[in-house]
């Protein structure tokens, strides 16, 4: 199965009281299946679940549970370790009923973990990447339509030809009324071409519309597009009709990428704002967990090679306030865990509550926030705590 935004929110509204879950993201490249480098890999992160053992304190009857799980897992990559070409992210938990296969990128790298949920950090930071795409490539008779995401993208099979005479060869009057009849086709090829998409949307939305072809014709069609389909419009770019999938997936890449690097610089640019400001945003750790913990964040602004320690509770999943060395959560007594590095925790809890996550990879905006902790969180309603660190 592969990995959607509707597949990461499920995962993470999904708990369970009494059975430990397994999260497993494994590497697994496929020039190597075949000297088994992948089991290896494999090995050592089953290895590292021991000590999430002792860090949650199971009983028996869940610890051997998890012994089920990790027998039915290691089964599982013996017999079907071949089918993944880049890599795999595995939810188990038999007992509560939950096993999830998803094909991933190799980006999402390795780690295993136990857990009461799901641990989604590194899929929701690579969920971008599969942000739903639709290209289309227009002319003034044709069309072609591409479907899917940054990882995975492929053509539609639909027919969107139409009929549109040639040029009359008469001057004066006639010469006249027949460009205005091939300009009604040509303008029925793009209303049809529009509804086609908007078919496709109502069916399964797409995040981003990339439209190519002539600019002359492209700003003609994109005009006349339903204001839903405008709305999800990030660019285009000149192509011929001919052109190669790999050609459009290329330059789909390249403007979808330039517009979320332009988004993420203007999102810096608002947080710093309205934090400085001491008005709609909030900067730091500290002040981030706290938002989060009150569920009061429209937007998440992290660097994306921030890391931190700090707890959360076991029980109720609660962030704890940064720096505290407390083993019973503040808000329900519940046993807390520690992490080295407390930030997934922080921006999967956020993404739970539907705030749109913004990561930084780019040196200058990275330089940008680290004075002010790395990470800020724009906020859905005004506070009246002081806003900076």
């Not at 088994?36 to 290895?47: E, P, Q, V």
Request: with cysteine; hydrophobic share 40%; charged share 30%.
């Amino acid at each position: 199965m592969e990995i959607t935004r509707r597949e990461v929110e499920g995962l993470g509204a999904l708990r369970s009281d009494e059975w430990p879950i397994i999260s497993l993201y494994l590497r697994v490249d496929k020039e190597h299946i075949t000297d088994d480098h992948y089991s290896i890999r494999l090995k050592n992160l089953l290895k590292e679940l021991e000590r999430a053992r002792e860090q949650i304190g199971l009983n028996r009857a869940q610890s051997q549970a998890v012994d089920e799980d990790v027998e039915r897992i290691r089964a599982f990559f013996r017999d079907h370790g071949d089918e993944f070409g880049q890599g795999v992210a595995l939810f188990a938990s038999s007992r509560a009923g939950l096993w999830r296969v998803y094909h991933v990128p190799r980006e999402v790298g390795n780690e295993a973990d136990l857990d009461f949920r799901p641990v989604i950090g590194r899929l929701v930071r690579v969920v971008e990447l599969f942000e739903p795409i639709c290209t289309c490539v227009i002319s003034r008779d044709r069309a072609r339509i591409f479907r899917g995401h940054l990882v995975n993208f492929q053509e539609v099979a639909v027919r969107l030809d139409e009929e549109v005479p040639g040029q009359h060869g008469q001057g004066g009057w006639s010469q006249a009324r027949f460009a205005r009849h091939i300009e009604d086709h040509v303008r029925q090829h793009f209303q049809r071409v529009g509804q086609v998409l908007f078919q496709l949307f109502e069916q399964d939305p797409f995040r981003f519309l990339v439209v190519a072809g002539p600019d002359e014709v492209v700003a003609d069609f994109v005009d006349g597009l339903h204001p839903y389909l405008r709305e999800r419009y990030v660019g285009s770019f000149n192509c011929l009709m001919e052109a190669t999938a790999k050609e459009i997936r290329e330059e789909t890449k390249r403007i979808v990428t330039a517009w979320q690097e332009q988004e993420r610089r203007r999102y810096v640019d608002l947080v710093l704002e309205e934090a400085l400001s001491q008005d709609m945003a909030v900067v730091g750790l500290d002040r981030v967990v706290e938002v989060v913990q009150i569920q009061n964040v429209n937007s998440l602004v992290v660097d994306d090679q921030l890391s931190a320690p700090g707890r959360y509770c076991l029980r109720c999943g609660a962030l704890q306030p940064i720096g505290s060395e407390a083993s019973e959560c503040v808000f329900c007594g519940g046993l807390t865990r520690m992490r080295e590095n407390i930030v997934p925790e922080v921006y999967a809890e956020a993404y739970r509550q539907n705030a749109n996550l913004v990561f930084l990879s780019e040196r200058d905006l990275r330089a940008r926030l680290e004075p002010f902790g790395g990470i800020g969180a724009i906020l859905r309603y005004r506070i009246g705590a002081p806003a900076t660190s």
